[in-house]
């Protein structure tokens, strides 16, 4: 049998803000990202693994003070990163702390999270993943994740999320939209909405409603998408909210009507990891019901341009050559627009690697492709459609032509495309001023198998 993988425990972060509102946007920004990895904020010096101390060097009173709160933290935990104003005063700090593990200036919160990564590694693997592997090094200013719950009520066996991360802790719904507000205020165009379980937000705390811009907002997905929706950037426009990791509850279909109404983009990850009844149930897959097929058709009827992508897991115990012909008849049927597959592994601690009858890894190895194949190609018919459109779409660079990839300086991504996951955008023209993170209209001249090749419409 395939040795079992082994996921580390998530590594504990302690926070000290001081200063400005400037200074807390900074703080927000890096606990976001680091929530978003997996790591775990810890509400104490001493449990922490890594402490950051974000100053505030505006007046002499305010340097003493952040001198005074690095040296609680270093005498406490030992283990500390200095950032923010006081950052500029590098060899001051230093020569009161000099075993500090790294000072950063204001707002180089990309700088202050790699030394986060540098203290004490994010705890990574497949099965524990939110954040693909490229949008753990520095997330771009224009998208940022927004992670809204902590833990997981479910018991699915191939998972050791609950026993790692415990059950479903739901944040404050004042908090993460706060947060949000925050982001958007800072420079985030689209906000990737993450947990284990998003479609369970609040379910934890009852659906606790919570005071914002005085009404009362439920900790609910509904009410949170919502809420997103109606943020504003600077220039007036709404930022792009995608829902990730959303499982088929019936409450979902309350959100559909959003993204029909421009409120949420009409793209929903869902990670179904079969369709086979048997298998469904091996893997004890909350959510899993019969009437899925019918539910994306209606969602279809109510925002026909929804990107549904999902994931699958092949190869898992027992699953039979008819139950994999069932998840490929299934997404004959369902269609669906992106699709990530994954060749079985056992996790060190899951309940699936007491089941009987693993699967042999051949037999994995050509299902994965099989699957691979249907999933292919079903993507390029569905880009194909889209050839001769107009389309709304957000810039991620701007660069020097590169014959190889068919784009001529600017790479985006529409509403059907999650960063890192998705495919692309490449643009043919990049007008003056272009600049990542600006929204821009592209008419689509050409499509392969992952990306959609355009021009500006004029
Ligand atoms: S829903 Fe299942 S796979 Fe996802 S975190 Fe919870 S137990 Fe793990």
Redesign the pocket.
Same mark, same amino acid.
């Given at each position: 049998m395939t040795t079992p993988i082994t996921i580390p425990a998530p590594p504990k972060v302690g926070m000290v803000s001081l200063g400005c509102p400037k200074a807390l946007v900074d703080s927000e920004r890096i606990l976001t990202k680091l929530r978003a990895e997996g790591y775990q904020m810890s509400a104490d010096y001493a449990g922490a693994d890594v402490v950051l101390v974000n100053t505030c060097g505006f007046l002499d009173s305010a340097k003493e003070e952040s001198l005074e709160a690095i040296g609680e933290a270093m005498a406490e935990n030992g283990r500390v990163i200095v950032t923010g104003c006081m950052g500029n005063e590098a060899d001051v700090i230093r020569a009161r702390f000099p075993d500090v593990l790294a000072i950063t200036g204001a707002h180089q919160y990309e700088d202050v999270v790699q030394a986060v990564h540098d203290a004490a590694p994010p705890a990574r693997g497949a099965f524990i993943d939110l954040v693909p592997e490229g949008g753990i090094k520095l997330t771009p200013r224009h998208y940022s994740y927004l992670k809204i719950s902590e833990g &997981?009520n479910? %018991? &699915?066996s191939f &998972?050791i999320? #609950?026993s790692l991360r415990g059950d479903l802790a739901s944040r404050r719904i004042d908090a993460v939209l706060r947060e949000a507000e925050k982001l958007v205020a800072a420079g985030t165009r689209e906000l990737l909405v993450i947990s284990?379980?998003t479609s369970a937000y609040g379910v934890d705390t009852r659906h606790e409603p919570r005071a914002w811009k005085g009404r009362d907002v439920r900790a609910h997905m509904t009410d949170l998408a919502r809420e997103l929706g109606g943020l504003r950037t600077p220039e007036g426009k709404a930022p792009w909210v995608r829902l990730h990791y959303v499982?088929p509850y019936p409450h979902v279909d309350q959100v559909i009507p959003l993204m029909a109404d421009g409120l949420l983009t009409p793209y929903l990850d869902i990670p179904f990891q079969h369709a086979a009844p048997a298998v469904l149930k091996r893997m004890k %897959? #909350?959510a899993n019901e019969a009437k899925v097929l019918d539910r994306i058709k209606a969602w279809r009827q109510i925002a026909p341009d929804i990107t549904i992508r999902s994931s699958f897991v092949v190869g898992f115990p027992g699953e039979t050559e008819a139950d994999f012909q069932y998840l490929l008849d299934w997404l004959d049927e369902a269609q669906l627009d992106r699709v990530g597959g994954f060749r079985f592994e056992p996790v060190e601690g899951a309940a699936a690697n007491l089941l009987p009858d693993p699967v042999p890894e051949a037999v994995k190895e050509e299902r994965y492709q099989r699957l691979m194949e249907k999933t292919a190609a079903i993507s390029a018919a569905k880009l194909a459609a889209k050839v001769g459109r107009t389309l709304p779409v957000i810039i991620d660079e701007v660069g020097e032509p590169d014959e190889e990839d068919g784009s001529v300086g600017a790479t985006g991504r529409s509403q059907a495309d999650a960063p890192e996951i998705d495919g692309h955008v490449y643009l043919r023209d990049v007008p003056e001023g272009l600049a990542p993170g600006s929204f821009v209209d592209v008419l689509v001249e050409d499509a392969d198998e992952h990306d959609l090749y355009g021009v500006i419409a004029g």
């Open positions: &997981c479910h %018991r &699915c &998972c999320i #609950p284990q379980d499982y %897959r #909350p």
